[in-house]
Nanobody
Framework: QVQLVESGGGSVQAGGSLRLSCVAS????????MAWFRQAPGKEREFVAA????????YYEDSVKGRFAISKDNAKLTVYLEMNTLRPEDTAVYYC?????????????????WGQGAQVTVSS
């Protein structure tokens, strides 16, 4: 079994910063892709960023490029999402996902494992 545990959510004013962490445990795999998705009330879960565990290649949704950065710590089996210049429209529950993902890294159904979610609230 695989467990993903997110932390680091909270409330911040527009323009502020937060860092999310996702720790993986259990049967982890070097060929995984790990990603962050978010879901706002009444909306579908949407892609934010992804990172290939073996190569370190990263991918971002257009609206977060230049503001968010995804990174990993191999030794700690942890993925981070550094979020800067936050906007009210970034408010959502942020979920960490992991799985053997091909080209469709931005599709939630490609991920087999999910964390419990971390609330991020950005006020104007």
């Amino acid at each position: 079994q695989v467990q993903l545990v997110e932390s680091g959510g909270g409330s911040v004013q527009a323009g502020g910063s937060l860092r999310l962490s996702c720790v993986a445990s259990g049967n982890t795999f070097a060929s995984w892709t790990m990603a962050w998705f978010r879901q706002a009330p009444g909306k579908e879960r949407e892609f934010v960023a992804a990172i290939r565990w073996s190569s370190g290649s990263t991918y971002y949704e257009d609206s977060v490029k230049g503001r968010f950065a995804i990174s990993k710590d191999n030794a700690k089996l942890t993925v981070y999402l550094e979020m800067n210049t936050l906007r009210p429209e970034d408010t959502a529950v942020y979920y960490c996902g992991a799985g053997f993902v091909g080209q469709r890294y931005n599709s939630a159904i490609q991920y087999d494992y999910w964390g419990q979610g971390a609330q991020v609230t950005v006020s104007s």
